[in-house]
């Protein structure tokens, strides 16, 4: 009979544990900051010209936090310049759809 209750006290002490480890993890993952880059967190976001746009000659790079992505002008007659700070406004599948902010 011994036997038994010790086999209950070791389950009982594995279950608590168990739920307190599911606990802080959940916490954990709780905590974490969202991806900074992630398409949906970037819309909207400045980013600035490294590499003229130019819809026309099929060019442009953008920095965004600190990532460098292929760019393209969101009006196919603007061009931008190296340095100049736009705002984007979509993404389409690796490349930033940028413009001027108003």
């Known amino acids: 009979m011994e036997n038994g ?5 070791v389950a009982s002490v594995a279950a608590v544990a168990l739920l307190l480890a599911t606990f802080f993890i959940i916490r954990k993952k709780r905590s974490l900051p ?7 967190n970037i819309i909207g976001e400045k980013c600035v010209v490294i590499e003229k746009i130019d819809n026309f000659a099929g060019c442009g790079e953008a ?3 600190g990532l460098v992505w292929s ?4 009006f ?19 490349k930033l759809i940028c413009k001027k902010q108003i």
């Open 63 to 65: 920095r965004v936090n």
């Open 76 to 94: 196919e007659g603007d061009v931008y310049e190296v340095g100049e700070v736009l705002v984007i406004v979509a993404v389409e599948g690796v």
């Open 71 to 74: 760019a393209r002008a969101a």
């Open 34 to 40: 969202k991806h900074a880059n992630t398409v949906d």
């Open 5 to 9: 209750w010790v086999w209950i006290l």
